[in-house]
């Protein structure tokens, strides 16, 4: 998990979300098959303190466990269940429980702010379970490597050749296109 900060970061990267579909030939494969890879990609916001977006401690459920292996021998590994959804968070980036539990419940809160903003209704309480759509579930980039390259988002039919440039980070291209689509295409137009 990487945590991106920066003014527009969400509602940029928030474009990235959903699966981007890889075909490259392995340098260490003797056989020389293409293989297809998926990578799942989630944005969330990262709320701030000042918001006013509690959960209440009733719709929740926490289990602290330890992690597996020789890792650590305290438990630290936490897991946060938001009942009414169903939406779990795990977590075992910080040394301390406390410190994994605030760190989950703050997905969690992203999670949910994310998807209340998608449903359109003003508060978690109104969150309708049945709606919740996974977009991060949906086939949104390919990036063909071998025999050729080229990368197409299939949202915009955007493509380039430039591998190397987005594999790197250049990904404005993608970004743009989407920001563009979706400022065309929304209700207010």
């Known amino acids: ?104 419940l703050a997905i969690l809160k992203g999670k949910l702010w994310a998807i209340a903003l998608a449903q359109g209704v003003n508060s978690i309480a109104e969150i309708q379970p049945k709606r919740i759509k996974d977009l991060s579930s949906k086939i949104i980039r390919e990036y063909i490597l071998h025999p050729y390259t080229k990368i197409k988002d299939l949202r915009t039919n955007v493509e380039t050749t430039a591998a190397t440039d987005v594999l790197n980070g250049e990904i404005d291209l993608f970004i743009k296109a989407y920001l563009q689509q979706n400022l065309l295409t929304s209700p207010s137009q």
């Open 1 to 104: 998990m990487w945590e991106i900060t920066g003014r527009y970061a969400y509602g940029c990267l928030k474009s990235e979300l959903g699966i981007h579909k890889f075909q490259r030939v392995l340098p260490f494969d003797t056989s020389r098959n293409l293989q297809t890879s998926l990578a799942r990609i989630e944005v969330l916001p990262i709320l701030d303190e000042s918001l006013e977006f509690e959960i209440p401690q009733k719709h929740l459920e926490i289990t602290v466990a330890r992690n597996q292996g020789n890792r650590n021998r305290v438990e630290t590994w936490v897991q946060v269940v938001h009942l009414p959804t169903g939406i779990t968070v795990l977590c075992d980036q910080k040394r301390s429980p406390m410190g994994n539990q605030k760190k989950a």
